[in-house]
């Protein structure tokens, strides 16, 4: 009864599918970086916390994303896009001057939190980005930063 599944034609319409997707382009470019606005500048950051946040939380919560090789190809390109869009809709270290006291608080606060929960930097980060492993000395270092900024 069962009827032969032709292989050779599903890989095809999938290679097919595969090659058309690639037409929808997601737009990678980073918008202008006014360095006054961002967060580790007007807090005066030291310069271990300025480091470990480039590397592990400004990919996605800043105007300083760095798009890896892989992230050209759909769909993973729009997944990643998608991470980036969702991680500056609800952060924005690279425009921190144009948040509210009231705002500020509330990102600190949260960030100290998801930080200590290890929940950012989002665990398929953490995958390709061993880096994003945080110690937990590391961890205590932002959640100490966070916690210190005065509001
Ligand atoms: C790979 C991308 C990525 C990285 C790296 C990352 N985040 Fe996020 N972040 C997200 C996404 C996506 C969301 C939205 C999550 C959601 O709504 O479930 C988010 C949400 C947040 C929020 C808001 C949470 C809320 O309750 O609204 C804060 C604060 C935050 N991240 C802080 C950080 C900090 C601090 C770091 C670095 C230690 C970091 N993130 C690293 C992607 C990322």
Redesign the pocket.
């Known amino acids: 009864m069962l009827k032969r599944i032709p292989w050779k034609k599903v890989w095809v319409v999938l290679l097919v599918i595969f090659v058309l997707i690639q037409f929808k382009t997601v737009d990678k470019t980073n918008p202008e970086l006014i360095i006054e606005n961002d967060f580790l500048e007007m807090t005066n950051a030291p310069s271990e916390v300025v480091e470990?946040?480039h590397e592990?939380?400004?990919?996605?919560?800043s105007h300083s994303v760095r798009y890896p090789w892989y992230s050209k190809i759909a769909p993973v390109s729009w997944w990643m896009k998608?991470?980036?869009d969702?991680?500056l809709?609800?952060?924005n270290f690279a425009e921190w001057s144009g948040y509210s006291s009231v705002e500020q608080d509330s990102?600190?606060t949260?960030?100290s939190r998801?930080?200590g929960l290890k929940w950012?930097?989002?665990i398929?980060?953490k995958i390709t980005?061993s880096e994003?492993r945080?110690s937990l000395e590391q961890r205590e270092m932002?959640i100490d930063y966070?916690d210190s900024i005065e509001r």
């Open positions: 470990l946040m592990v939380c400004y990919d996605c919560h998608g991470h980036v969702n991680g809709g609800k952060s990102i600190l949260r960030s998801l930080v950012m930097p989002i398929t980060y980005h994003a945080l932002l966070f």
